[in-house]
């Protein structure tokens, strides 16, 4: 579906409108993931189905290899902290069927402040979407969102950008305690996350989603429970189950995974150094960048979590490992491993292996940086469970609202006009409001009327010389008014270029802020206390899965 459009409404009142955007036509795309878009034969070594999720699915869901046993530890632990969230009946009944032998389609995101980027909201109701689209094709499916809970860059999560309605970008950032590197999901809110509330309330206005996050982000949760609980109650009637990965029982069941990590690393290693190339080779970029003392391991020490390294030690022929100052042998780790699992955690290539060995898992909804890492994690995969989950792009969208689109209409632009530096787009609104040639014309004037003057002071000269004074009063007279018109032009540019400033302002704060698209960078609450929480029906109306493009929707 490379071209469409759609049109719902928002509880009867708002319009909604989508059209498809190639995602060629956006800035800075990875050619990696255009040609996965587009499934060309360069990829097809790097993913082993196209990403459209319609053609496969039930063929991969009777390749899930699931343990029994497993399935029900995990069920018993989702059922264990989704009631703790306040998790709704249809929630707690999708557990349930997962128990009963459902497959999962999995997504997931850091536990930014709010709720973090709009994209968050559109991850999750993807994977309903999907899920449903299974369970209608005869799979019986659920959704899950991972609570990337053991991230440990709290700079990247502790804030929210708004746009505000003098087109300026605001961002609140929240106080936090915990230590450097720990997990973002140690880290509690302050008793001052309250008077955030109040000033982000101040700014939104008043809305429902105002006393949604009262309720949820409170003085002594975690960023972790904060954002499940958000999530629990806007995805309630959904049945979204969420995760979080920091439950040491989860980590005692990755046990294993962790071990293979450890004790293949070389292997490991090895195959990724060769997808390295082979992906070079094709023309792409590594996402991550693989280094001799790497291992797809974190562990804890000291609060912190720090990258578990490894080396040869070349006086003994063996490998030894590395935690901080810490060293250990291949057989040391192990122990450590087995005695304190959850003092372990997967780095960002082997956290989907994780996800997948705990999850029956029918595939991964994601973004464009988390498809292209996938091109390097398969080998990571097929080492360590033997199969590979097919990746599908999330639905991604720039919601347009009634003002930033009459904007658009007044100035004949489209979208993708926004999708240029601020200067760029400063230059294409003054271009259609302000009279660059004005002064030059007034100059042009000036010197038309000294020569006309001046032509007719010569001939006044040879007629009545008496007329020469009263051909210059007249001359000054006239140049007079024309400075007088030339200085209300004047003020009249500069009010033009203070909307020009404004304009730029309003679009591309709104629409493409920081150079970037507007879902990443934008809080989904703002979008939420704008047009209320019925908006994440409407969007969900709009996922389709055959449409691989980004979406324009227009409220």
Sequence with gaps: MGSGEWDYAISGELSVKSQCLPFSQIPHSNPLFLDFLSYSPSVHEFYPRSPRFNDWFKQTAAEIKYDSARREQVCAILARQNASWSASP????????????????????????FGGPLFSLFKALTAVKLAEEATRGGVD????????????????????ALPLADGSLRTLTAPSTGSLNSPVGNIRCTSEIEALEKQLSELLGESDIAGILAETYRPGETFGSSFARLFSRLFSEWGVILLDARDAELHRIAEPIYQQAAMRAVEIEDALHARGKSLEASGYDQQVKINSSSTLLFAMQNGARVPVHRRDNAAGG???????DDKLSKNELARRIAATPQDFSPNVLLRPIVQDYLLPTLAYAGGAAEIAYFAQTAVVYQALLGRITSIVPRFSATIVDAKRQAILQHFGLKVTDVFQSPEQLRQTLASAILPKALNRSFDEAQDHLRRLMSAIRGSLENLDKTLVDSANTAESKMLHQLNNLQSKAARAELLHSEIVERKTDLLGNNLYPNKTLQEREIAGIYFLAQHGTALLHDLYDLIHPDCLDHQIVTL
């Design 318 to 324: 063996e490998i030894e490992f590395a935690i901080g």
């Design 141 to 160: 499916c659920v959704p899950i969102f991972w609570l990337a809970t053991e991230d440990h860059d709290l700079d990247e999560i502790n804030h929210v």
């Design 90 to 113: 249809k929630t707690l009944a999708n557990i349930d069927r997962m128990k009963a032998g459902a497959a999962a389609v999995v997504t997931g995101q850091q536990v930014g402040l």
